[in-house]
């Protein structure tokens, strides 16, 4: 694994105090919290920067951390020494779990909380840094990022979660877990799924913590979302949109025919009830029209452009003369 | 060192799932005072006569986790956080109309 250099992380010295840290820590957060930043890269960063935090506030990590000698770069090759953590009084940790996402056509999951492996060599897992769970099990968080397709189906993925276990020795051990996770249909942006009993076991036999997926819709090559309604852009020809016509429209759940009146204009919306996410009540799908106009790049096109021309008694710009 | 548990069905907390108090608690991470302040300051409406037996609409979890992040990672009070919630809210609200909108130009166009 990777050495950290969590002060060049922080842009503190390795002199910083508390107060130093903790503003450095601050201002870094605001900058690149997920929830609020539109900075690239703004998750990746905000985890580093919590990373370093965690470390840098407590003042037995950071003895600890600082033990490990200033000689270290950020990227080296780095092993904990079998001494670690020994001559400290280990105060309170912090749960990991991580999930990796898997090829095909399943969700991707990410763990909300996955530190790096130097950190939870140091400090998670089955560190002396790490609490002991007292009553139930904690409850474990996840992101997961869908298709649209997919929260229109249901879907399953697959979650590795790596969990400190007691052995019956009394030590911690790190297993992984490979659980399999059918998600209903119908999902929206930011929606919750509970599974209960597969977060962390408890320690004393006592409630397993449940596991949390916080659901977010992958951005679709045809269709936009806002909660539960769909909107499609459907380009038609201007017979189309002047004389009505039926025609064929992509949908989540497959094509349907759609009628579009007569005199239909571009940018106009048409709504096919019931057509978007599953849900009581499902959303609707909405089919905004576009006109394209066929190109005027053959004698026969011009012809037809120009006899319209001279049929046809209209101005578009009727309403821009006073 | 790794073993498949069985395969487990998630469960949707959508419309219509009230979340008792203690799990709103634990799911975004926020303590019961301040779930208070922020029932007080009027972000989430829950049901039930008395604080103890209040439940929440399953529609507010994403709200409210937000609003557990922003007090714990940036170190804000509920009253801070929900206006933050509340602005992002309408932030999200007005680049979602600036969308369709562009798209009707482009329809139009």
């Known amino acids: 694994m990777e050495y950290r250099d969590y002060y060049r992380i922080l842009g503190v010295q390795r002199t910083a105090n508390a107060e130093e840290v903790k503003t450095a820590y601050r201002r870094l957060a605001r900058k690149y919290h997920p929830d609020v930043s539109k900075e690239p890269n703004a998750e990746e960063r905000f985890k580093e920067v919590q990373e370093a935090y965690e470390v840098l506030k407590d003042p037995e990590k950071r003895a600890a951390y600082d033990q490990l000698g200033s000689e270290w770069k950020s990227g080296q090759q780095f092993r904990p020494p079998p001494d670690w953590g020994s001559g400290f009084e280990f105060g309170g940790g912090r749960t990991r779990q991580r999930a990796h996402a898997h090829a095909g056509d399943e969700a991707q999951a990410y763990a909300e909380e996955g530190f790096s492996d130097f950190f939870s060599s140091l400090f998670g897992g089955a560190s002396p840094f790490r609490s002991a769970t007292r009553g139930g099990g904690r409850d474990h968080h996840a992101r997961i990022d869908i298709a649209l397709e997919q929260a229109f189906h249901g879907t399953t993925s697959t979650l590795e979660l790596k969990r400190p276990e007691l052995k019956s020795d009394g030590t911690l051990e790190v297993r992984t877990h490979t659980v399999r996770v059918t998600i209903p249909s119908g999902l929206t942006e930011g929606q919750l799924i509970r599974l209960a009993g597969q977060g962390e076991p408890a320690a004393d036999g006592g409630r397993a913590g449940d596991l949390y997926l916080e659901a977010h819709i992958l951005p679709h090559r045809l269709y936009q979302v806002d909660g539960r309604d769909i909107t499609l852009t459907l380009p038609v020809a201007p017979w189309e949109a002047a004389l009505g016509a039926s025609v064929t429209v992509p949908t989540l759940g497959g094509p349907v025919d759609m009628q579009i009146p007569a005199g239909a204009q571009s940018g106009q919306k048409l709504r096919l009830r019931g057509r978007g996410l599953p849900g009581k009540p499902p959303g609707d799908q909405y089919v905004q029209l576009k006109v394209v106009l066929p190109p005027a790049t053959t004698a026969e096109a011009k012809a037809v452009y120009g006899e319209m021309r001279a049929k046809l008694d209209f101005n578009p710009r009727a309403d821009l003369t006073g | ?109």
Request: hydrophobic share 50%; charged share 25%; net charge neutral.
């Open chain 2, 1 to 109: 060192m790794s073993q498949v548990t069985k395969i487990a069905a998630g469960q949707v907390l959508g419309e219509g799932d009230w979340i008792a108090f203690t799990e709103i608690c634990r799911v975004c991470r926020i303590d019961a005072r301040a779930v208070h302040e922020l029932a007080a300051l009027g972000l989430v409406s829950p049901r039930g006569s008395a604080p103890g037996e209040w439940e929440f609409p399953a529609t507010a979890l994403p709200r409210l986790r937000v609003v557990g992040r922003l007090m714990r990672d940036l170190g804000i009070n509920a009253s801070g956080a929900a206006l933050a919630v509340e602005l992002l809210e309408v932030q999200h609200e007005l680049e979602r109309r600036i969308r369709r909108l562009e798209r009707l130009v482009a329809a139009q166009d």
